[in-house]
């Protein structure tokens, strides 16, 4: 799980920063000095929101991935793990609107990670332990409880009728071309296949948890869970356009698998005869259990505060505790209802003379019509969540930001054809029974100028 982790997290800084300058620079569409503004809460910090300045940036995530290769390769396994999360958090708060729940999985499970003893194994740090005996601790509650909860509550917030008597839940999601992937093209026209995987899912994400939680000491329940969860998120992956989502799914379930069953692949070979055998001491003292015990039952409560049937909400003091550590965890993924709404952007720019040009396509005649292969038009996903975002009434903010980044950016790269202002234009159209769809609807989001 360390291994997989880690290389998720290389991987995302990767693809982060071939959009460096956009998401995480005053230069971009998210300047620090509107940081606080906007989506930050109580309890919120980031040193990547210090300066904007895109050296200082590179910098960062330069460390970052020098603390994961460490990480990758188990060496000072507990301070790298510590280290990564500590960065993974102040990258995931200085930029919010481009995120989604397998950030929050990320972060949560490098925060149990810092506790469990994934550097005993396959690591440089191996040396100094045997790993004849599996460590038991709060820790590992915690981690279990956390994988646990991500299936439970999603089930618990899946109560409307697209998942229960309709089972159409699956269809309205790959209507939405937006997501929708090669595999999921051939998936959308079998209307029948689509409604019993609506609820197959729904019975393996009630399997899952319960499989986790089971008290079998041979660890076979927690191997079935590990695989139902692989064969779910595979499916996620293929017909879905969901970013690392799917993969940091799987990876941190590794951890569900017992040692014995990697111990059987001779994967673990950790016996070294001319080294002294150190017997693992892995006991939290009083103060650690009492924390560790402290953020299970805060994870539990913020969890369960979601349901309208439970009476407790946590204060603001316990709320400044949650998000300065980043405990934050929402798992309404695909629920309660599906997301019905496809939508598309139109970027029509005009010159100083007034002559409108479209700068999506480069060309002298506005297109509205919806784009052949949608998903194909995002770059990553983390600029298709941003599109999402910007839609939602609750940050109309980010759309003069964004128009105004989209225009400088033109301004930049054609040089021989400046705009002096630009419309930016949502198409929206709702996913109907059926195979239909609402008549596209045409909304002005934002008019800004060079000016500006």
């Known amino acids: 799980m360390r291994i997989a982790l880690a290389l998720i997290i290389i991987s995302d800084l990767v693809i982060r920063a071939g959009d460096l300058q956009a998401f995480f620079t005053d230069s971009g569409i998210w300047p620090t000095h509107l940081i606080k503004n906007f989506g930050w809460q109580p309890g919120y910090w980031s040193f990547h929101a210090l300066s904007g ?177 692989v064969i779910l998120h595979i499916g996620i992956g293929l017909t879905m356009y969901v970013g690392l989502f799917f993969l940091i799914s799987m990876a941190t379930a590794i951890g569900l698998i017992p040692g014995k069953y990697f111990n059987k692949l001779k994967i673990l070979n950790l016996k070294n005869e001319n080294k002294a055998v150190v017997k693992i001491k892995y006991k939290f003292n009083v103060v650690k259990r009492f924390g560790i015990g402290i953020v299970i039952s805060l994870c539990l409560i913020l969890n369960l505060s979601y349901m309208q049937w439970f009476p407790y909400e946590l204060n603001n003091e316990v709320k400044l505790v949650i998000n300065t550590l980043r405990l934050n965890q929402y798992w309404g993924m695909f629920s ?47 600029w298709r969540k941003l599109a999402e975002n910007i839609q939602r009434n609750e940050y109309t903010f980010l759309r003069p930001l964004y128009c105004k980044y989209y225009l400088e950016k033109w301004n930049k790269e054609h040089p021989e054809n400046l705009m002096k202002n630009m419309n930016f234009i949502l198409m929206k159209e709702t996913s109907l029974p059926d195979y239909k769809s609402s008549v596209p609807e045409k909304i002005q989001l934002c008019f800004c100028t060079t000016n500006d």
Do not use: C
């Open 53 to 229: 300045n895109e050296g200082f940036t590179w910098a960062l995530f330069a460390l970052h991935f020098l603390f994961a290769i460490s990480l990758l390769v188990g060496y000072k396994t507990r301070l790298a793990t510590i280290l990564v999360w500590v960065f993974t958090i102040s990258l995931h708060n200085r930029n919010l609107f481009i995120l989604q729940s397998g950030d929050d999985l990320l972060r949560l499970t490098l925060f149990w990670g810092i506790f469990l003893p994934w550097g005993n194994a396959l690591s440089f740090d191996s040396k100094k332990y045997a790993t004849k005996k599996q460590v038991s601790s709060l820790a590992s509650m915690g981690y279990l409880l956390l994988i646990s909860s991500v299936y439970l509550f999603t089930v618990f917030f899946k109560n409307s009728s697209e998942w229960h008597n309709e089972g159409t839940a699956i269809y309205y999601a790959l209507s939405l071309e937006q997501i929708r992937l090669p595999v999921g093209d051939w998936l959308y026209q079998h209307p029948s296949l689509m409604k019993a995987l609506t609820h197959l899912v729904y019975i393996i994400e009630i399997i899952i948890p319960v499989a986790i939680l089971f008290p079998d000491k041979k660890g076979i329940s927690r191997f079935i869970a590990f695989l139902l969860l």
């Open 336 to 382: 309660p209802h599906i997301l019905k709404e496809e939508s598309w952007y139109v970027h029509e720019g005009f010159t100083e003379e007034g002559k409108h040009w479209d700068l999506y396509y480069n060309q002298g005649i506005i297109v509205i019509d919806k784009p052949e292969h949608l998903v194909k038009h995002y770059k990553t996903d983390r």
